[in-house]
């Protein structure tokens, strides 16, 4: 068993492709691990688009905080409609046609440069609020997530706001749900963890995404093993590659009827199936000694 | 007049681009002599606004009125500020096709 030290551990589950049981598996993964250590485990939903742990892990919320970026306002009285401000924003954000200086708010990314240019300080910044944060308890579990808010197309904000707020906890084990596919809500969520577990299905779909999503944890040398979610019989493209790639099968969970029907219900996995939970204790020791 | 057109290649044979944001290429075609300008989408590869972009671009080109297959709510918001009329092409076949339309008063309105 791993020893209580002061190297945090932070373990982030990830997939590629969507529905391959990342929640169910990082959810299950805590409840397991949590009464077999002595360490402080947090639970981090990273999934800011779509948060759904909670209906696993059932946590308090006890805290929240607003998550806002700073967008740009023109005084239409001082701008002299130079455009160096649109010149200037790498997101087409800000748009200089006729006489009229244009904001798309939505498309915005904060970073401030169209104030800085700005050569008749026309411009001045605004909070806007994206989203929240929240944080609470789930029994012996720190839990705290992002939500966005429903139109907002920015997760990556939110996602940073939320590691840094949670900072301060100083969990000894961090279990970060990422949310689907590869882009950048992805590589912020997953940025500076220890171990990444790659749940994926045995079909072409799931395989496709599990390698782009390999790819993207070896980008960012980031040690992986795979979870294979509703199996049913052997896929072997899958197997092959895992074997190639030396990346290891931490584990296999079944296609069956009674797991669907549970997780339906807002169970977890562990739940359903008891024995499991040694399975994922097990998969805990395997990497805390592959990423010694 | 000064028409903006939207097209997939840079002549007066290419196909129309439905597109706006995303189109190939804008042709700035004089509506009476048929002279153009082929200048290639500079957003066609940004990974966002890109209709906004084309927006600002055709603006700098000062075309009298904007024409393609539609305009993203984005896009539109931007032409409308640059006060440029905006048409739809519908199922013209041709850039002359279209310009004939235009002509005559037959395309729709944005």
């Known amino acids: 068993m791993r020893m209580a030290n002061n190297n945090p551990l932070k373990i982030a589950v990830a997939s590629g492709k969507g529905g391959t049981g990342k929640t169910t598996i990082a959810t299950s993964f805590a409840l397991s691990i949590i009464n077999d250590i002595s360490e402080s485990l947090l639970f981090l939903d990273c999934d800011v688009e779509a948060p759904n742990a909670h209906l696993f892990l059932k946590p308090q919320l006890t805290e929240e905080k607003p998550v806002e970026i700073l967008i740009p306002e023109v005084n239409e009285s001082l701008c002299t409609h130079c455009g160096e401000c649109a010149k200037v924003c790498q997101f087409q ?16 990314h904060g970073c401030g440069s169209c104030t800085m240019i700005c050569p008749a300080n026309a411009i001045q910044e605004i909070p806007k609020s994206i989203g929240v944060l929240q944080k609470g308890t789930a029994g012996e579990i720190k839990f705290a997530r992002g939500v966005m808010d429903i139109g907002e197309p920015m997760a990556v904000p939110i996602i940073r706001q939320l590691k840094k707020w949670v900072a301060p906890l100083e969990p000894q084990i961090t279990i970060i749900d990422s949310p689907p596919g590869t882009s950048c809500p992805v590589v912020e969520s997953i940025r500076g963890s220890d171990f990444l577990i790659l749940v994926t299905e045995p079909t072409p779909f799931g395989f496709h995404d599990l390698k782009l999503a390999h790819q993207v944890a070896k980008d960012l040398q980031i040690p992986a093993g795979v979870i294979i979610n509703r199996e049913n019989g052997a896929f072997s493209e899958l197997e092959d590659y895992c074997k190639e790639e030396n990346l290891p099968i931490l584990m296999r969970v079944p296609f069956r009827r009674n797991i669907a029907e549970g997780i339906a219900k807002g169970r977890n996995l562990i739940e359903i199936l008891p024995e499991m939970s040694a399975s994922f204790q097990n998969i805990y020791h395997q990497i805390t000694t592959l990423v010694k | 007049m000064k028409i903006a057109l939207t ?67 984005n896009a539109a918001s931007a032409l409308q500020s640059a006060h440029l009329p905006m048409y739809l092409f519908g199922d013209s076949q041709s850039v002359k096709d279209v310009i004939e339309r235009f002509k005559s008063g037959k395309l729709t309105k944005v």
């Not at chain 1, 954000?93 to 915005?108: D, E, H, M, R, S």
């Not at chain 2, 500079?42 to 297959?69: C, E, H, T, W, Y």
């Open chain 1, 93 to 108: 954000a800000i748009a200089v046609l006729g006489n009229k200086t244009l904001v798309f708010p939505q498309l915005c």
């Open chain 2, 7 to 73: 097209t997939t290649a840079p002549n007066l044979e290419a196909q129309l681009d439905p597109r706006f944001g995303r189109c190939a290429y804008v042709l700035i075609v004089d509506s009476e002599t048929l002279e153009f300008k082929a200048h290639p989408n500079p957003a066609l590869n940004s990974s966002g606004g890109a209709g906004i972009r084309m927006a600002q671009f055709v603006s700098d080109l000062k075309p009298d009125a904007v024409i393609s297959g539609d305009f993203g709510p």
